[in-house]
């Protein structure tokens, strides 16, 4: 784990579950609320993803009106 200076989180890079979870409907989906590539929740707005091919990290903004 490593912890982020700008954020103050605890960060962890991601293993590949990707893969077996591709039979898990929308777990598999980077929109998803359940998505299993989930670095870290940053705010309730904002969250930090891992991309399906655990190539890259993808800062995400849930839109107005999202949980």
Not at 30 to 37: A, L, Q, R
Request: with cysteine; aromatic share 8%.
């Amino acid at each position: 784990m490593v912890k982020d200076k700008t954020f103050g989180v605890l960060i962890r890079p991601a293993r590949n579950a990707f893969h077996s979870a591709e039979s898990a409907g929308s777990q598999y989906h980077e929109t998803s609320d359940h998505y299993v590539g989930v670095i870290a929740h940053l705010c309730p707005r904002h969250r930090v993803i891992v991309c399906r091919d655990s190539i890259q990290w993808i800062l995400q903004r849930r839109k107005n009106g999202g949980g």
